[in-house]
Each structure stands twice: as structure tokens, then as C-alpha cells.
T-cell receptor, first 112, second 111 residues
């Protein structure tokens, strides 16, 4: 069974631009979560989707948004990029949030 | 607000030693506790999942315990190997479909 895939793996953007990251969950998983990882803050929860519905959102500004499609694939978008948005963005999928979370390899975003 | 703390932040041990990593959480109303491993520049690999109704889980040389009443979990690694070198993260699942992570323990196993 294929694992969680994330594209692209690396991105370099400049301040003010916007970016879209993609996540394909494990087949059959309907819950997809996104996390931001930085050296200073560690892993922080962004949002969780289940069957195309956002069920929870972390404490991030409105520039961070996401969606989930009917095939459970998910995208997150960050608009008006800031230097502080440089991070590893991780996606995780599971059958249910109470089950094991399987993480993808992440997208490394660098904002210059 | 759930807070998860991991002690120590870094640990260096000789190969073959048994070791314990600690994780504490402030809100005992969790539905599970998960341990992950992260290699440099990589994503997270799930090691063990303990549901709130369980006390421990084992997988090979790894054993994780959970004490909700005291807000603590431990990860025991037996007969450590250089390949165990990585950062170990614990995460508490508590309501609202999210995991709260600790900052991790960076483990180095010296050959």
C-alpha cells in the first residue's frame, strides 16, 4: 500500500507570494491533517479534514487555508508569504483521528 | 490548552544500553498517545499508539507505557543500536481531532 505522498518536496518563494501544497493520503483514509514544523516551535497543528469538511483549525492566521477533495486528497494554501512561514509542512492521514497517524515526507518551504 | 513536555531534550548512550524517554502532558482527557521517530530532514514514522484505555504497547525492542492519571508516558528502548539514533516525539491526541506534540528527544547511540 502506498504511503502518504506530498508534492512538491521543496519550494523556494519570495515574500508576498502565495503557495499551494498537496497531500495524497493512504488509500481508504478519509482524515487528513496538516502540521507546520519549525526549529523554534516544533510541530504545530494547522487543520484537519474529514470527508471534505474542515473539523478543526489551529491557531494560525487566515493566510493559511486548506481544502479536501472527494478523493480525500488535500491541499493547503498560504497567501502573502512571510519569512516566518519557512518551515517543513507535514501532512498525515488516518482512518480516524483516534487511529495511528501516518505522515508524509513533508514539503520544505523556504521564503526569501 | 494541552501542553506536552519531553525530557531530556537530548540523550547520548553507548550501543547496547537500555534507555527510557519521558513524555508528560497536562490534560489527562486524551484519547490516545503516540510515539514517533523522525530522522533528519524526513517525515515522522509512527512507532507505537496507546489508546486511552490501554496501559502499554510493545513492538519489538520498544515498549511504551501510559499513565493518564499522572499525565505521563514513557518509551523504553531495549538493547539500543546506532540505527536507533533519531529524534523521538510523543504526541497526545485530545479532542478536536488534533495531536499536540512535544519538542522531542534527540537520541544518539554511540557504536
Amino acid at each position: 500500500k502506498a504511503g502518504v505522498t506530498q508534492t512538491p518536496r521543496y519550494l523556494i518563494k519570495t515574500r508576498g507570494q502565495q503557495v499551494t501544497l498537496s497531500c495524497s493520503p493512504i488509500s481508504g483514509h478519509r482524515s487528513v491533517s496538516w502540521y507546520q514544523q519549525t526549529p523554534g516551535q516544533g510541530l504545530q497543528f494547522l487543520f484537519e479534514y474529514f470527508s471534505e469538511t474542515q473539523r478543526n483549525k489551529g491557531n494560525f492566521p487566515g493566510r493559511f487555508s486548506g481544502r479536501q477533495f472527494s478523493n480525500s486528497r488535500s491541499e493547503m494554501n498560504v497567501s502573502t508569504l512571510e519569512l516566518g512561514d519557512s518551515a517543513l509542512y507535514l501532512c498525515a492521514s488516518s482512518l480516524d483521528p483516534s487511529d495511528t497517524q501516518y505522515f508524509g515526507p513533508g514539503t520544505r518551504l523556504t521564503v526569501l | 490548552k494541552q501542553e506536552v513536555t519531553q525530557i531530556p531534550a537530548a540523550l547520548s548512550v553507548p550501543e547496547g544500553e537500555n534507555l527510557v524517554l519521558n513524555c508528560s502532558f497536562t490534560d489527562s482527557a486524551i484519547y490516545n498517545l503516540q510515539w514517533f521517530r523522525q530522522d533528519p530532514g524526513k517525515g515522522l514514522t509512527s512507532l507505537l499508539l496507546i489508546q486511552s484505555s490501554q496501559r502499554e504497547q510493545t513492538s519489538g525492542r520498544l515498549n511504551a507505557s501510559l499513565d493518564k492519571s499522572s499525565g505521563r508516558s514513557t518509551l523504553y528502548i531495549a538493547a539500543s543500536q546506532p540505527g536507533d539514533s533519531a529524534t523521538y516525539l510523543c504526541a497526545a491526541g485530545a479532542g478536536s481531532y488534533q495531536l499536540t506534540f512535544g519538542k522531542g528527544t534527540k537520541l544518539s547511540v554511540i557504536p
